[in-house]
T-cell receptor, first 112, second 114 residues
Framework: DVKVTQSSRYLVKRTGEKVFLECVQD?????MFWYRQDPGLGLRLIYF???????EKGDIPEGYSVSREKKERFSLILESASTNQTSMYLC???????????FGPGTRLLVL | AQSVTQPDIHITVSEGASLELRCNYS??????LFWYVQSPGQGLQLLLK??????LVQGIKGFEAEFKRSQSSFNLRKPSVHWSDAAEYFC????????????FGQGTRLTINP
């Protein structure tokens, strides 16, 4: 079975802090994704990566950056956290373009 | 613009009753179509997907979905729901080729009455 893990289930940070969310997949997948999930809005794509050191902006990249130094790991960075970034963050991976995405359990981030 | 609409934000059904969750999409070509389920506090799990071929697809947990090109719909069905089906359900579409940027609907929350 594909396993996607995220470093924290719950996280509380202060406004202005730098926040790192880590995601690791164990199936040698090419693609990795970061979404945020908000009630009534579904999932919105922040960034995705289709190869090591490669990244592409999703629909809502503002205020976020990403890093993919190793194939299995994809990090989401909030350079200066703000209260409007309080949300559930979901990581996903897939083997190839057009294929099924597998999701991690999510990180619920609260920015005070 | 690509979009997915799930018209029902919240549905309540009795255990043992049938279920249909609606999904309509707007897309330039026939997309790949997915249904995911999210149990409370969990990530998303794939229920089923449609890429091509038979328009009625079977998934896990007794779910099925039917692709109707003329209606741009991909509705999810289950003949008899169980209390464990209470969850949030998301419909998603993606391009048939190229960069895989899925577009998700807003989700439908399903409550099961005993």
């Amino acid at each position: 079975d594909v396993k996607v893990t995220q470093s924290s289930r719950y996280l509380v940070k202060r406004t202005g802090e730098k926040v790192f969310l880590e995601c690791v997949q164990d199936m040698d997948h090419e693609n990795m994704f970061w979404y945020r999930q908000d009630p009534g809005l579904g999932l919105r794509l922040i960034y995705f990566s289709y190869d090591v050191k490669m990244k592409e902006k999703g629909d809502i990249p503002e205020g976020y950056s990403v890093s993919r130094e190793k194939k299995e790991r994809f990090s989401l960075i909030l350079e200066s956290a703000s209260t409007n970034q309080t949300s559930m963050y979901l990581c996903a991976s897939s083997q190839d373009r057009g294929q099924t995405q597998y999701f991690g359990p999510g990180t619920r981030l609260l920015v005070l | 613009a690509q979009s997915v609409t799930q018209p029902d934000i919240h549905i309540t059904v009795s255990e043992g009753a049938s279920l249909e969750l609606r999904c309509n999409y707007s897309y330039g070509a026939t997309p790949y179509l997915f249904w995911y389920v999210q149990s409370p506090g969990q990530g998303l799990q794939l229920l089923l997907k449609y890429f091509s071929g038979d328009t009625l697809v079977q998934g896990i947990k007794g779910f099925e979905a039917e692709f109707k090109r003329s209606q741009s719909s991909f509705n999810l069905r289950k003949p008899s729901v169980h209390w464990s089906d209470a969850a949030e359900y998301f419909c998603a579409v993606g391009p048939p080729q190229g960069a895989q940027k899925l577009v998700f609907g807003q989700g439908t929350r399903l409550t099961i009455n005993p």
